[in-house]
Every structure is written in C-alpha cells, then in structure tokens.
C-alpha cells in the first residue's frame, strides 16, 4: 500500500527526491511520513504530514533542508531533500499512520540513499 522511491547515490551538497506512492485505502485520515535507517543505528523519524492537511513536521537534523509534501494528484507523499550530508546516507522508508494513532502501522519497502562526498 506504500511503495517508496527516488533513492540513489549523490554528492554532498546535491538534492534528491523521494516519493511514497500510496493506494489500495484512502489516507484522508492519516498522518505519511518518512524515516531513515543508517547503517548500524535505529530508525529514526525524518518528517511526517497530514494528508489532510499542510502542517509539517521535521527532525532537528533535517529541518530546514528537506520538505514533505503531499501531491493529491499522483497521490504521493514526497520528500525533497537539499543540501545533502554523509551523514544523510540511510534506507529511506514511508510510513502511514493514523492522525489519532501515534503508532506507525503501515510501512513502505525501503529506498536507499547514499550521499557521497
């Protein structure tokens, strides 16, 4: 029900979209989300929006150089990353929640993102 795409390997400095291509339930109520899994750490959350609405959240570590967004045409949930770090580097996943549920109970496949300098 979530397939993430849009990884691939970059320099530092680069940018780089991601989208999550959600179907087979309508996400009107949910919150979408992105997080990352870098080699050897936990996943961490990355930045979440609710379909349903324009407010964002962002990880400290990303604020300001990435942006979610939701595309209701293509039905995606899209993350723009700038100004990309080594520390970027990870397995990118999109998740889905409900807006009433804190936990995340629908995941998308992996995209990986290598940042290179």
């Known amino acids: 029900q979530l397939q993430a795409f849009g990884g691939g390997l970059v320099q530092t400095g680069s940018s780089l979209r991601l989208s999550c291509a959600a179907s087979g339930r309508t996400f009107g109520t949910y919150a979408l989300g992105w997080f990352r899994q870098a080699p050897g750490k936990e996943r961490e959350f990355v930045a979440s929006?609710?379909?349903?609405?324009?407010?964002?959240v962002y990880a400290d570590s990303v604020k300001g150089r990435f942006t979610i967004s939701r595309d209701y045409a293509k039905n995606t949930v899209d993350l723009q990353m700038y100004s990309l770090k080594l520390e970027d580097t990870a397995i990118y996943y999109c998740?889905?929640?409900?807006?009433?549920?804190?936990?995340?109970?629908?995941w998308g496949q992996g995209t990986q993102v290598t940042v290179s300098s």
């Open positions: 929006i609710l379909w349903s609405a324009s407010s964002a």
């Open positions: 998740a889905a929640r409900h807006r009433a549920i804190s936990d995340w109970s629908i």
